[in-house]
């Protein structure tokens, strides 16, 4: 069984979670943040359900804010579903901008919220496995040019094969696709270099490049599903609450959208 974490501060619901949770998965449980850092430390596990509380000061972010970025500076390829009350929006976005995969709503659905779980330890699989058969093309790499050593012929065989990119996950392959047009002046994107892959024209943040390419992933997604909340949630791995805020969030609407083909 896949280890998971939860952490949720509201006993009854952390009970809760476990208990249903538990026929899937190994749970590992805590209310408190030092508990909950000690099990991710000891447990390491690939996905932590993790509950929002408020901040005492509304200057300052919720605990489990500065936990989440905690875990992921640990293991940056975690991935932290949030709990969060309605009211806790502003904060859900936040913590999706450092880094959580997706948020559900409380009082919790569980059916939705397995869906989820189980999206995100199948992302994590593939991330893993991407990773693997890069270290085997790594090591691969390495004998094949100690075997070809001064041979040019296995060379020129060998090198142009050597660049060939990986397997996209979904994000990469649908951002190199639809690229990022330039908003009135200033900086922009090619959609692609010499090399096929994507290349910046001149300056822009990650947190722009990144607003940029969602914002257009959504498009797309809606768009192609005709408009069909349920679908476009599906292609883009998130929720349907998290593709309604991030509709609001860019001022999308259900209809209007054209579908996008390649």
Same mark, same amino acid.
């Given at each position: 069984? &896949?280890?998971?974490?939860?952490?949720?501060?509201?006993?009854?619901?952390? +009970?809760?979670?476990?208990?249903?949770?538990?026929? &899937?998965?190994?749970?590992?449980?805590?209310?408190?943040?030092?508990?909950?850092?000690?099990?991710?430390?000891?447990?390491?596990?690939?996905?932590?359900?993790?509950?929002?509380?408020?901040?005492?000061?509304?200057?300052?972010?919720?605990?489990?804010?500065?936990?989440?970025?905690?875990?992921?500076?640990?293991?940056?390829?975690?991935?932290?579903?949030?709990?969060?009350?309605?009211?806790?929006?502003?904060?859900?976005?936040?913590?999706?901008?450092?880094?959580?995969?997706?948020?559900?709503?409380?009082?919790?659905?569980?059916?939705?919220?397995?869906?989820?779980?189980?999206? %995100?330890?199948?992302?994590?699989?593939?991330?893993?496995?991407?990773? %693997?058969?890069?270290?085997?093309?790594?090591?691969?790499?390495?004998?094949?040019?100690?075997? %070809?050593?001064?041979? +040019?012929?296995?060379?020129?065989?060998?090198?142009?094969?050597?660049?060939?990119?990986?397997?996209?996950?979904?994000?990469?392959?649908?951002?190199?696709?639809?690229?990022?047009?330039?908003?009135?002046?200033?900086?922009?994107?090619?959609? &692609?270099?010499?090399?096929? %892959?994507?290349?910046?024209?001149?300056?822009?943040?990650?947190?722009?490049?990144?607003?940029?390419?969602?914002?257009?992933?959504?498009?797309?997604?809606?768009?192609?599903?005709?408009?069909?909340?349920?679908?476009?949630?599906?292609?883009?791995?998130?929720?349907?609450?998290?593709?309604?805020?991030?509709?609001?969030?860019?001022?999308?609407?259900?209809?209007?959208?054209?579908?996008?083909?390649?």
């Amino acid at each position: 069984m &896949e280890k998971l974490l939860v952490v949720e501060a509201e006993k009854p619901l952390c +009970m809760q979670l476990e208990s249903q949770l538990c026929l &899937e998965y190994e749970v590992v449980a805590g209310t408190e943040r030092a508990v909950a850092m000690d099990l991710f430390l000891q447990h390491a596990p690939k996905v932590v359900l993790l509950g929002l509380g408020f901040a005492m000061d509304a200057a300052e972010n919720p605990d489990e804010v500065r936990l989440l970025e905690w875990m992921l500076k640990v293991r940056q390829s975690a991935k932290v579903v949030l709990l969060v009350l309605p009211e806790q929006r502003e904060e859900a976005h936040l913590a999706l901008q450092l880094g959580a995969y997706d948020f559900h709503w409380k009082p919790v659905r569980m059916a939705e919220l397995q869906v989820t779980i189980r999206r %995100a330890f199948h992302l994590n699989e593939i991330e893993e496995q991407h990773q %693997a058969l890069k270290k085997t093309l790594e090591r691969t790499t390495a004998g094949i040019e100690g075997l %070809a050593g001064q041979c +040019m012929a296995l060379r020129q065989l060998f090198v142009p094969r050597k660049s060939a990119p990986l397997p996209e996950t979904d994000l990469c392959y649908r951002a190199r696709l639809v690229g990022v047009a330039s908003e009135g002046g200033g900086s922009s994107w090619e959609s &692609e270099g010499a090399d096929g %892959a994507p290349r910046l024209v001149g300056q822009v943040t990650l947190r722009e490049a990144r607003d940029k390419v969602e914002k257009l992933m959504v498009e797309e997604a809606v768009g192609n599903s005709g408009g069909n909340m349920t679908r476009a949630s599906e292609l883009l791995g998130v929720s349907r609450p998290a593709l309604y805020d991030l509709m609001k969030k860019y001022g999308l609407g259900r209809k209007g959208q054209t579908p996008v083909r390649y």
